[in-house]
């Protein structure tokens, strides 16, 4: 099934523009409006951290994982983006949303990683991979292969998958809910 270049660039385009666009909408919020101290639990020894790390870099790796197969790559692969398809213009609208997510979640579980040095050294190598997920409306419009770039955001969650698996934290699929989509 051979899917025309012009019509992958438009659907990716249209996710990384999203992508970027919902990350960028992360506000600190006013500080004025919080002013109440509530105490949190923390973990007080390493080893909690380190537990805490783990299971967090687990959850986010996992939902972004979900995300990505079940709205971009699920639908890519079946041709649902192609001009004339029932039903492409809300597949192109959720695989904007849910890259917009992916992106959020792996950042996150980027973040998680570095409570656990062993993950932490697994997952070094691939943040320069996320971050390269902002430049691909960039590279779209610039002319790049659009099947090169749809198959970013798989090859990429698929070596934080195996970077988790090295480091003992195994990362199974999470398709998230509309709350959580929505929620960033």
Not at 130 to 150: E, F, I, Y
């Amino acid at each position: 099934m051979r899917v025309p270049i012009r019509h992958l660039a438009v659907a990716l385009t249209l996710c990384c523009a999203l992508l970027v666009g919902g990350t960028a909408c992360g506000g600190a919020g006013d500080s004025a409006q919080n002013t109440t101290a509530v105490p949190t639990a923390s973990p007080s020894t390493s080893a909690e951290q380190q537990k805490f790390a783990k299971a967090r870099f687990v959850t986010n790796a996992g939902l972004a994982a979900g995300a990505t197969y079940q709205w971009i790559v699920g639908p890519w692969r079946a041709g649902k983006f192609e001009k004339g398809t029932s039903g492409r213009k809300l597949a192109l609208v959720k695989a904007g949303v849910a890259g917009a997510f992916a992106y959020n979640r792996l950042k996150a579980a980027l973040r998680n990683a570095q409570g656990d040095p062993l993950l932490a050294k697994a997952v070094a190598p691939l943040a320069a991979g996320v971050d390269t997920l902002k430049n691909l409306p960039a590279k779209l419009r610039g002319g790049d292969s659009a099947d090169a770039a749809a198959g970013t955001f798989e090859n990429l969650v698929g070596q934080v998958k195996d970077a988790g698996r090295s480091a003992g934290a195994e990362v199974e699929d999470q398709v998230p809910t509309a709350a959580q989509l929505s929620g960033g």
